[in-house]
């Protein structure tokens, strides 16, 4: 099993920025696809952006690219999602994921692609 737990939500004004963290625990391997999701009410959950313990490569929504940044931290077995110009249409909340490395770049922005979830943290941000 593995327990992921979410941090760092809050309420902000549009154009300021928030960082997010993931703390991965349990049966949680070096070799992991971590990725960043939300989901506002009413709307599908969509993916954010997606990197993987140990490695530097990354992908991004296109909604997302360009003002977050998803980094990790193999060691302490953390994620974080930097968001940048925060708009109103950020407001969601906001869910880390662990999955297979296998594909994890290809297909790592579906969320079926994902075996752990975490509760969540809520982001709100308003004009």
């Known amino acids: 099993q593995v327990q992921l737990v979410e941090s760092g939500g809050g309420s902000v004004r549009g154009g300021e920025a928030l960082r997010l963290s993931c703390a991965a625990s349990?049966?949680?391997?070096?070799?992991?696809?971590m990725g960043w999701f939300r989901q506002a009410p009413g709307k599908e959950r969509e993916g954010l952006a997606v990197?993987?313990?140990?490695?530097?490569?990354?992908l991004y929504g296109e909604s997302v690219e360009g003002r977050f940044t998803i980094s990790q931290d193999s060691v302490n077995k953390t994620v974080s999602l930097q968001m940048n110009t925060l708009k109103p249409e950020d407001t969601a909340m906001y869910y880390c994921?662990?999955?297979?490395?296998?594909?994890?770049?290809?297909?790592?922005?579906?969320?079926?692609?994902?075996?752990?979830w975490g509760q969540g943290t809520q982001v709100t941000v308003s004009s």
């Open positions: 994921a662990a999955g297979a490395l296998a594909g994890c770049l290809v297909y790592g922005l579906q969320q079926n692609h994902y075996t752990y």
């Open positions: 990197i993987y313990f140990g490695g530097s490569e990354t």
């Open positions: 349990g049966e949680i391997t070096s070799n992991k696809c």
